[in-house]
């Protein structure tokens, strides 16, 4: 004898990183106005910290992009064949944002090395003023982004790239002002540095939590041992096997279980009181909306020949 039971996905258009596709969209044109000013600046001043800016502030538009699109494409209806949707698009989008931005961190590294030994000419004043533009508009960004980038990896793809922009913004304003006071041109070379330095950290931490996902591990916040705690405690349960917890996308927690349950369960103890008492308990204590239950009689696990957790 076995049940199962479970809730709907959330339906179209609901995912985390969704109610903030709006914002996304006015940080992909400042990231777009950005950039361009970054690149005149760049050949106009000959700075290569400018250049690295750029060139990061081009991964982010991309990225803030393929965000955009994984958006739009995770709210397509679910259907026989893709039976949980195309939620997982937001998470695919988070992946390639992870490599693209590495990759960029390492160039802008190489590249200021390279510099180190061959300083140019550059013009400081110019290079001031485009960073400073680029200073305003990140922190704008910033500011669209800092509420969702809690509740969406998609969201948080965008938001460190945008924080990592700042920061490098930061880095070639001080580069100019350097530049300015003493003539030492090396400065810009180490700002380009400092730029890869900074985006390698929060590129591996993005790829971190979606490696994460894609292996489907526990989801942040839940404890097994805790649900396992709480299902036992449920009236007419006797054993919990086979629990299982993982992430469709960002703000789409999941669980299956399969629960035992009395072959002489109390009054009002039958299965379908103990699945509503499952999904209740779910939903309210640890904030997980879909979950799978399969109920069975105590000694139905003999008949089962997969292994058990």
Known sequence: MGAGHGHGLP???TTASYAYRRRMQAVLVIIGVVL?????GAFLSGSLALFADAGH????GLGVALALLATAIATRPTTVARTFGWQRAEILAALTNGIVVAAIGVL????????????GEIEAGIMLVIAVVGLVANVGGLL?????????????GAYLEVLGDTLGSLAVVAAALVIMASGWTQADALASILIGVLILPRAWLLLREVLDVLLEATPKGVDLEDVRRHIMEIPGVVDVHDLHAWTITSGVPVLSAHVVIADESPPGCGADSVLDGLHACLAGHFDIEHSTFQIEPEGHVEHEHAGHA
């Open 57 to 60: 502030m081009l991964a982010d």
């Open 11 to 13: 339906p179209r258009g």
């Open 144 to 156: 669209l982004l800092r509420s969702g980038q809690s509740s969406s990896l998609n969201v948080r």
């Open 36 to 40: 361009v000013a970054e690149v005149v």
């Open 108 to 119: 802008a590294i190489v590249g200021g090395v390279r510099r180190l030994g061959e300083p």
